[in-house]
């Protein structure tokens, strides 16, 4: 039996650049997304490019009524969306804020409000204005921290009596891999230091907290927490090389929820800087903003890794932004993320033990290519019984790790709604349990269609995870 508790949120997750298109409208500025069309598989380029796939999205800009509507249908008690930055201030340090980007969340809100649907908000997913990036060298630069301060104030204001739970910085250790989709660092990763990088995430880590406290003086009953991309690391075999490889691998991502949830950088880190050549600048004030610690903790979850000490078996894994050894006894998904559900459990249990504080996790799903076929009865379907296979044993590791007394907030799947790749800018790599007729060449009708999965998950919420136990 498996016991999720009365209050769980159950729901979906998307993200501004990634559904919203609208890329120019109603003053928004130019944000990173919009310059790199094909996700983190080439390039950028310096201006948008008809071919992005993210300047249209989905249009959940213009029908996000619909789209909320239909969320609804299926239960959702939360709904976790991105505020694009660049809709709030264009060029991310304007004096003043931008009244049409505010308007159209309060109009998200007020949408979600409408369905008693809880806005779970995330202040930046791999959206910074552009224009950061380009004048400041993104989070490189100590002023972003004053600039995103304003604009967090400035959203933490408007939507005080609106939001409830926030978000700081989507996957913030993704920075590791992806300085320009994570940092906004222009700076072309085989130029930058070392010590540039962690300058950048000592920056957002101060901003994290900084957002953190600012949020609890505004309203005391915000609930914030960090945002991690989790991935367990298993030793490749029992040799202890490997396990003391796995560890040094895990203590690099471990190292950002240890700083947001204790409130100071961890031992571990004094080595690895040394080893490292790393020097950062940290003022006394900034040491002081870092105990302002989150909630909670959330994560997305999408597969485990190996690591080894044997550099002869080192193979790179495919589809994975943050490295790691292919697991030799998994199965992987079309676009090679390998799939192992009870990583979840393992991950649940491993930042419980360690941190104590409330888990969410706010992004877990399966990438594939669907079909949309007939349904019978004069509409149309997908018949995706992979999506549902690949939930439902995600979420009977959760059960088991709340089993094993573990707290556990909530639970959103990735992309609830069709969306464009953050990787890739594909939109054939589907993740929603709501089919989108749009194609990536730029064909459809933007049609929205109900998939097998949605039905699905619709009698998980309404009986609070129960129904997984039948199937
Ligand atoms: C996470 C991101 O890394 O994974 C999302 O927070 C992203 O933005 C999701 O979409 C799935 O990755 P992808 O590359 O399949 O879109």
Redesign the pocket.
């Known amino acids: 039996m498996l016991t999720f508790p009365k209050n769980f949120l159950w729901g979906g997750a998307t ?1 501004a650049n ?1 559904c919203e298109g609208a890329y120019n409208e109603d003053g928004k500025g130019l944000d990173i997304q919009d310059v790199m069309p094909h996700g983190l598989m080439t390039p950028r380029t310096e201006r948008p490019t008809e071919d992005n796939m993210k300047l249209v999205g989905i249009d959940f800009y213009h029908r996000y009524k619909e789209d909320i509507a239909l969320f609804a249908e299926m239960g959702f008690k939360v709904f976790r969306l991105s505020i694009a930055w660049s809709r709030i201030f264009p060029h991310g340090d304007d004096a003043e804020p931008n009244e049409a980007g505010l308007q159209f969340y309060d109009n998200v809100f007020d949408e979600c409000k409408k369905y008693g649907i809880e806005p779970l908000v995330t202040l930046s ?2 959206e910074t204005p552009l224009y950061l990036a380009e004048q400041y060298d993104g989070w490189i630069n100590p002023k972003l921290i004053g600039f995103y301060e304003n604009y967090v104030r400035t959203v933490f204001t408007r939507y005080k009596d609106k939001v409830k739970y926030w978000l700081t910085f ?2 913030i250790n993704s920075i590791l891999h992806a300085p320009f989709m994570s940092g906004g660092i222009n700076t072309p990763k085989e130029e930058l230091t070392q010590s540039q990088l962690y300058q950048a995430i000592h920056h957002e880590l101060v901003a994290s907290a900084l957002a953190t406290k600012i949020g609890h003086e505004i309203n005391p009953d915000f609930q914030i927490g960090c945002m991690v ?1 989790s991935l367990p690391i298993y030793p490749l075999s029992p040799n202890p090389n490997d396990v003391i490889a796995a560890m040094e691998k895990d203590h690099l991502n471990t190292f950002f929820i240890d700083v947001h949830a204790r409130g100071h950088y961890p031992s571990y880190s004094k080595r690895y800087f040394r080893e490292n050549n790393i020097e950062i600048n940290m003022t006394k004030e900034e040491e002081e903003l870092l105990k302002n610690t989150v909630d909670f903790i959330s994560f ?1 979850y ?1 597969m485990s890794v190996c690591e080894t000490g044997d550099e002869s078996k080192r193979i790179a894994g495919r589809g994975n932004i943050m490295g790691g050894v292919p697991n030799p006894t998994l199965e992987a998904s079309e ?1 090679g993320w390998q799939i192992d559900p009870q990583g979840l459990r393992y991950v649940l249990n491993q930042f419980y033990d360690r941190y104590q504080k409330p888990l969410f996790i706010v ?1 877990n799903g399966l ?1 594939a290519v669907d079909e949309l076929i007939d349904d019978g009865n004069g509409g149309k379907t997908v018949n995706d019984d992979y999506r549902i296979n690949y939930l439902r044993e995600h979420l009977k590791q959760v059960g088991e790790a709340i089993d094993d007394g573990v707290e556990v907030m909530g639970y959103t799947t ?2 609830c709604i069709d969306l464009v ?4 800018a594909e939109l054939k ?1 589907r993740y929603g349990f709501i089919y989108v007729d749009r194609n990536d060449d730029g064909s459809g009708t933007m049609e929205r269609y109900k998939k097998k999965s949605f039905y699905w998950y619709k009698n998980v919420i309404e009986t609070n995870g129960d129904s997984l136990m039948d199937q």
């Open positions: 993200a990634q997913h791999y989507n996957e991309l997305s999408y676009w992004e990438g990735w992309g790749s953050a990787s890739t790599k």
